[in-house]
């Protein structure tokens, strides 16, 4: 697995926790020429790709935010690959897959498909918060500190569970699990299948 920087870990993350999976906003302070080269070599690593924006007449609001333009009125968003999410610690299941990514065909502004949800769990190998690194400190009413708390009870949570106390979409939990959790928090998620329940997932401090 390729090394990964600090800006590439906040950039992935932050699109794994997004619908349609889309990694823009960057990081404010990632501007210009500076930008374009994280994102070129991001790509480049198959981490990232280029994808049509959807522009919705009179609802620019809910257009994609657009990383440049082609012409012609179209543009191209940057989305997160199946790649990028497994360099952040969620696998694809060998039985099911993550969300049906957005489409690579120029012209294509159809919705992606529905989230299903799966065993996927973040992994061993996923890059953790450098060692002497400042831990962040969650804030309280937040839907991290709701998901924080569920995690940390005996009993664990299932994604469904997550799912449901949040209104967050499955992809979404698990990239906050990996993400924000596991690399800017430095809590360790464990699962493991429990009959009856599925696979859940816990907080061991």
């Known amino acids: 697995m ?18 349609d999976r889309i990694a823009l906003p960057l990081p404010a302070n990632l501007k210009g020429g500076a ?8 790509i480049a690593k198959g981490l ?31 989305v997160i690959t199946d790649a990028g999410l497994a360099a952040i610690g969620i696998a694809l299941d060998e039985a099911s897959e993550l969300d049906a ?10 919705a992606s498909a529905a989230s299903a949800d799966h065993d996927a769990t973040p992994t061993d190998s996923a890059p953790t918060a450098p060692a002497g690194a400042k831990v962040r400190t969650p804030r309280e009413g937040t839907k991290q500190t709701t998901l924080i708390a569920m995690l940390r009870v005996p009993e664990g949570a299932t994604i469904a569970e997550i ?32 009959e009856g329940r599925g696979r859940v997932y816990s907080i061991r401090d």
Do not use: C, N, Y
């Not at 930008?35 to 991001?42: I, N, R, S, Y």
């Not at 990996?178 to 360790?188: I, N, P």
């Open 48 to 78: 990232l790709e280029e994808v049509e924006a959807r522009r919705i007449a009179f609802q620019p609001h809910l257009s994609d935010p657009v990383w440049r333009e082609t012409g012609d009125g179209h543009g191209v968003t940057l």
């Open 101 to 110: 990514p957005r489409s690579t065909t120029v012209g294509d502004t159809g």
């Open 2 to 19: 390729a090394q990964l920087s600090d800006t590439q870990l906040i950039i992935l993350s932050a699109a794994a926790q997004r619908d």
């Open 35 to 42: 930008a374009t080269k994280v994102v070129d070599t991001m």
């Open 163 to 194: 799912v449901t106390a949040t209104g967050w979409q499955p992809h979404t939990v698990r990239g906050a699990m990996a993400g924000a959790l596991k690399k800017k928090l430095g809590l360790e998620v464990t699962s493991e299948k429990v």
